[in-house]
């Protein structure tokens, strides 16, 4: 059982950055890949990023490549999204997620919603003209 509690969203303006946390409870986290993925209203869940369990690949939407970066410290159990130069099209619900595969897999897995086991409650991102 894993907890996880999104931060950092709000109001920015177009080009501006946010930094996202999630927090996760438990001593297990080291053992979890762990993901972002954004709702915008009446849109599907897509993906944004991932991470390795480790730490040692991160993978992102091609929406999001060079302006996002997804990190971890498993030390404090905390995952982050660094999201720069936003767009308006970066508007959404923020959620992290939770993965127990340790096994090396394809960049896609990570991609699908349903390989996720915990989510959080997620954080709001709005991003103005």
């Known amino acids: 059982q894993v907890q996880l509690v999104e931060s950092g969203g709000g109001l920015v303006q177009a080009g501006g950055s946010l930094r996202l946390s999630c927090a996760a409870s438990?001593?297990?986290?080291?053992?979890?890949?762990m993901g972002w993925f954004r709702q915008a209203p009446g849109k599907e869940r897509e993906f944004v990023a991932a991470i390795r369990w480790s730490g040692s690949s991160t993978y992102y939407a091609d929406s999001v490549k060079g302006r996002f970066t997804i990190s971890r410290d498993n030390a404090k159990n905390m995952v982050y999204l660094q999201m720069n130069s936003l767009k308006p099209d970066d508007t959404a619900v923020y959620y992290c997620?939770?993965?127990?595969?340790?096994?090396?897999?394809?960049?896609?897995?990570?991609?699908?919603?349903?390989?996720?086991?915990?989510w959080g409650q997620g954080t709001q991102v709005t991003v103005s003209s």
């Open positions: 438990g001593r297990t986290f080291s053992s979890y890949n």
């Open positions: 997620a939770a993965d127990s595969e340790k096994r090396l897999v394809p960049a896609s897995y990570y991609y699908a919603r349903a390989v996720y086991d915990y």
